[in-house]
C-alpha cells in the first residue's frame, strides 16, 4: 500500500501503540522505502518516539546506488532463473528444434535479464534500457530477433534462446509515451466512477493523436491490458502482458515475410517461458544468508544508536563476507520528485542499467557471437557446500561492477 496520507500514518500510530512498538524496520524496494522515508518524517516531526529503518530487498535489483551495492534477493532469484535458463538451453541444444522466449521478472530495469544473460549466454537477451536509449520501435526489435533466427537457421540451427525483461513494452519510446498519457488519463478524477468495459473507450478518447495511433497499433489483448488496472503505486502490470507471446508471433510473421523474399530457409517453432515468483522464495544463496544477517545487524545497530529515516547498509560485499562494512545512510539523500498518477510525488528513484557500466559492456562485447553461435552455460543449482568459489560468489553484476 502507498503510504502517503495523514490518516494512514495515524492509523498506523495507533497499531505500533496498541502493540507497544518502539521501532519498524520496513524491508522492501524502492517503493516500500520511500513510505518508509516518508513515516520516518512523519513521525519525528510530531515526536512520536517511533523509529523508522530501512532495508534494501527486490527481486529486480533496481534499488541500488552510491551507497547500496545491492538489494537482499537478486542474487538468489538470477541463481534460480540462471538454473532454470540453462536447463532450457541444455534441451534446447539436444532437442534441436524449438526457439525457447523466456521472459524474466524486471518491470522497470533489466538487471535480472542481464545477470542471467551473463551467467548463461543465451542467443539473445534484450535489455529495456538499450531499447529506449536507441529509441527502438516495436518492429525494430522483432526484426533483430528474426534476423539472428535466420542467421541460425543458415548454419543449421533451428532453435535458440531469447531472454526478455518483463518490462521491455514500457522502454519502447513510443509505447512509453502512451503509457504515461494513459496513466494521466486513468487518475482523472472521472475515471474512478466508470467501469472497466467503459475504462478502455473512456482511455482513447483522451489520447493525442499520436499516442492513439500507437494504442491503435497494438493487439487486441495488449492494448487492452495498458489501458486498465494499475497497481498500488499507479503502475501498469506488465506481468500480466505476454510479451514473449507477442514477440514470437511478430518473429514468425516477419519470418514468413522473409522466406518469401528467399532470405530465410528454416524452421520456427517456439516455447514460452514466463519466470517470476518462482524466484522469489527459492532457499536464499550463501551470500544473500549473509547478506541478510548482516544488515539485520546494522539496522538493529541503527535503532540502538536512536536513528530514524536511515537505510541499513553494507557495502564492499566482492570481499568475504567477514570483511564487508555495515552502516547507515539518510532515505533522504536518495529521494527525487517523480510523476506518479498525475501528480508529482517524493520516491526514491529506481537504478536501472547502465549502458556505460561494466556488466553490460560485458554483455554488448560477447553477445553477437552468442547470437550465432551456441554457447551456453548451465550454472546448475546453487550450491552450498564447498569451496567458496563455487558456494559464496556474489553475482557477476557486482563483480564486473566492482571489477573482482
Not at 113 to 135: M, Y
Not at 150 to 169: H, K, L, Q, S, Y
Not at 252 to 278: D, I, N, P, R
Amino acid at each position: 500500500t502507498k503510504l502517503e496520507k495523514v490518516e494512514q500514518f495515524e492509523k498506523g500510530l495507533e497499531i505500533i501503540r496498541e502493540l507497544n512498538i518502539k521501532a519498524i524496520v520496513i524491508i522492501g524496494g524502492d517503493d516500500s522505502n520511500t513510505n518508509a522515508c516518508v513515516l520516518a518524517e512523519y513521525y519525528a516531526a510530531k515526536n512520536y518516539g517511533v523509529q523508522v529503518i530501512g532495508c534494501p530487498k527486490t527481486i529486480d535489483g533496481d534499488l541500488k546506488n552510491a551507497q547500496i551495492e545491492t538489494s537482499f534477493g537478486f542474487d538468489t532469484a538470477c541463481k534460480t532463473y540462471s538454473e532454470l535458463i540453462g536447463n532450457i538451453e541444455r534441451d534446447c541444444n539436444s532437442a534441436r528444434k524449438y526457439w525457447h522466449f523466456i521472459k524474466v521478472m524486471g518491470r522497470s530495469a533489466s538487471h535480472i535479464a542481464l545477470e542471467c544473460a551473463l551467467q548463461t549466454q543465451p542467443n539473445i537477451c534484450l535489455v529495456s534500457e538499450e531499447v529506449e536509449a536507441k529509441g527502438q520501435s516495436l518492429d525494430d526489435i522483432v526484426d533483430y530477433i528474426a534476423q539472428a533466427v535466420a542467421m541460425r537457421a543458415a548454419d543449421g540451427n533451428n532453435f535458440g534462446t531469447v531472454i526478455i525483461p518483463e518490462g521491455v513494452i514500457e522502454f519502447i519510446p513510443a509505447i512509453k509515451k502512451l503509457i504515461s498519457q494513459l496513466n494521466d488519463v486513468l487518475a482523472m478524477p472521472e475515471a474512478k466512477d466508470i467501469s472497466r468495459d467503459e475504462q478502455v473507450d473512456f482511455a482513447k478518447s483522451h489520447l493525442t493523436d499520436e499516442n492513439l495511433a500507437v494504442f491503435n497499433s497494438l493487439p487486441v489483448g495488449v492494448a487492452r491490458q495498458l489501458a486498465l488496472d494499475r497497481d498500488p503505486h499507479g503502475n501498469v502490470q506488465v506481468s500480466l502482458i505476454e510479451t514473449e507471446k507477442l514477440l514470437s508471433t511478430m518473429v514468425s510473421q516477419q519470418l514468413e515475410k522473409m522466406k518469401k523474399e528467399g532470405k530465410f530457409v528454416g524452421k520456427f517453432a517456439t516455447q514460452h517461458h514466463f519466470f517470476g515468483y518462482e524466484g522469489r522464495c527459492a532457499a536464499p544463496s550463501n551470500f544473500d544468508a549473509d547478506y541478510c544477517y548482516a544488515l539485520g545487524n546494522s539496522a538493529a545497530q541503527l535503532i540502538a544508536a536512536g536513528k530514524t529515516g536511515y537505510m541499513a547498509i553494507v557495502q564492499n560485499t566482492t570481499a568475504p563476507a567477514d570483511e564487508w562494512k555495515a552502516g547507515g545512510v539518510p532515505i533522504t539523500m536518495m529521494m527525487n520528485m517523480e510523476r506518479r498518477a498525475g501528480e508529482m510525488k517524493p520516491v526514491i528513484r529506481k537504478a536501472l542499467v547502465e549502458l556505460d557500466g561494466a556488466p553490460f559492456k560485458e554483455f554488448a562485447k560477447n553477445r553477437d557471437r552468442w547470437a550465432r553461435e551456441t554457447a551456453y552455460v548451465y550454472p546448475g543449482p546453487i550450491q552450498y557446500w564447498g569451496p567458496t568459489e563455487v558456494c559464496d560468489q556474489p553475482t557477476k553484476t557486482l563483480q564486473l561492477e566492482q571489477k573482482k
